[in-house]
């Protein structure tokens, strides 16, 4: 019987994903037990994960572009499916504040953040990465727009320099940590702080690598469909997440 969905051929990049992921748990859990060459282990295993995924997402694309198996009824279910994964992203970010709260308002801390933990101050680094951010995601909506009006060169300087923001925010993240008086191991206040904003860094890693995927495929001149609104949807979403942690993590905090 015929029907409009694509059946994916075997594909090795599922189970390669899930043991590398499995390497990178590895590498996390020897880094804060203090092992000896544990960040090479991380190192390696994002590496790989790079790999993997770039691999995956050409077979996607070959797919869409050159089999050109992606019909309607197949952009459809990716589309209810980005959003599912969205959903998944807000209940993990959720979590992560429910956790910070709860530690925040329990009796036994009788003072939030405890004493002794040296507090990063939100008007410097903090503030700036949320105007980079903020200028990020505007630059990549205008190049949106431009994409949309078949301006291809206005389109590739506009999101090429959204991406850059993106990258010096993360850069300066990386500095924040470093220059940090405290870690992860630093009460539950460490704990807490270090996962939402790690994990939000390493989440606006791979929005930035969807978006340089997009930026290659204008450049191509490949035909995107729906994937830059996606993209965009993703990226905005990490944008208001960080708008919540400066407001709640950094600043009310402080």
């Given amino acids: 019987m015929r029907h409009p969905f694509h059946l994916v051929e075997r594909s090795p990049w599922p189970i390669l994903l899930s043991l590398n992921l499995f390497f990178l748990l590895i590498g996390m859990v020897s880094i804060l037990n203090g092992y000896l060459y544990s960040k090479y282990t991380l190192l390696i295993g994002f590496f790989i994960l790079l790999l993997i995924l ?142 939402l904003t790690g994990l939000h860094g390493f989440h606006i890693c791979t929005g930035l690598l969807f978006l340089l995927l997009i930026l290659y495929r204008i450049y191509s001149n490949h035909t995107l469909n729906i994937i830059f609104d996606l993209a965009l949807l993703y990226y905005h979403f990490l944008d208001l997440i960080w708008i919540l942690l400066f407001i709640l993590i950094y600043y009310l905090a402080y």
């Fill in 54 to 195: 770039t691999n995956w997402l050409y077979d996607i694309i070959s797919e869409s572009l050159y089999i050109g198996a992606h019909t309607y009824k197949t952009l459809k279910s990716l589309i209810i499916a980005f959003l599912y994964f969205v959903l998944t992203e807000v209940m993990l970010f959720f979590s992560l504040f429910w956790s910070y709260f709860h530690s925040g308002l329990n009796p036994s801390f009788l003072i939030w953040p405890p004493i002794g933990i040296d507090l990063i101050n939100p008007f410097c680094v903090p503030l700036l990465n949320t105007f980079l951010l903020f200028y990020s995601g505007v630059l990549c909506t205008v190049a949106h727009h431009l994409f949309i009006a078949k301006s291809k060169n206005n389109t590739i300087v506009y999101l090429f320099s959204g991406i850059l923001l993106g990258i010096l925010f993360l850069i300066l993240q990386i500095f924040e940590y470093s220059t940090s008086a405290f870690d992860i191991t630093d009460s539950v206040y460490g704990s807490s702080f270090f996962m």
